[in-house]
């Protein structure tokens, strides 16, 4: 069943964010599947601090999302983990359009903090998720690719910023002339 955070999109401010995540969290705090999902949680009053473009970002983030067929609590948590992405990924929000910011909360949801701190260089680059993106519109077949790239990535060594780089770049150009069907059947 789908429902909004905010039926009426004049209530979506930061303030009332903070307050709608904490009130769907309450309702059922089961949602908060792993340990680090509580300390994500635990930083979305952090929401207040963010500059101004941020905060709007994030505004719009949630009037995208409102428009999604999804539950509010996954919502909640695509909030959740976005909070988290801006907290321990040191994620900067402008860099991002609201499709892109929903792939990474998506990808992310659920996932540890040390999880976010070793992959989010290669996941959050924008040209990448962009690339992924034109691929396939579903969810799952997104994050399957981004598992896909982050284990190569972890296969070849690639850890510092130069390499990365380099292997965001062969990888981008190899994913574009092929068909999503054949990305995730490579290597198996």
Known sequence: MSEKLFENTKEINIENLITRINEVVGEKF??????????????????????EENAKRILSFVEFMD????????????????????????????????????TLADYYQNSSIQEIEKTISIVGDNSLLMTVRD??????????????????????????????????EAKIHEMQDKYYDELVSQNE
Request: charged content about 35%; overall charge negative; proline content about 1%.
């Open 30 to 51: 089961a949602i908060l599947d792993e340990k680090d999902d509580i300390e994500k949680w635990n930083t979305v009053p952090k929401l207040l601090l963010l500059e």
């Open 67 to 102: 428009s999604l067929l999804v539950t509010k609590e996954e919502k909640a948590m695509y909030v959740v983990s976005l909070c988290g992405l801006i907290e321990f990924g040191h994620l900067n929000l402008k860099d991002y359009e609201e499709g892109s910011l929903f």
């Open 135 to 168: 691929k396939t519109l579903d969810l799952e077949g997104r994050k399957e690719l981004l598992k896909k790239i982050v284990n190569e990535a972890e296969q070849t060594g690639v850890h510092t910023k130069n390499q990365i780089i380099k292997f965001l």
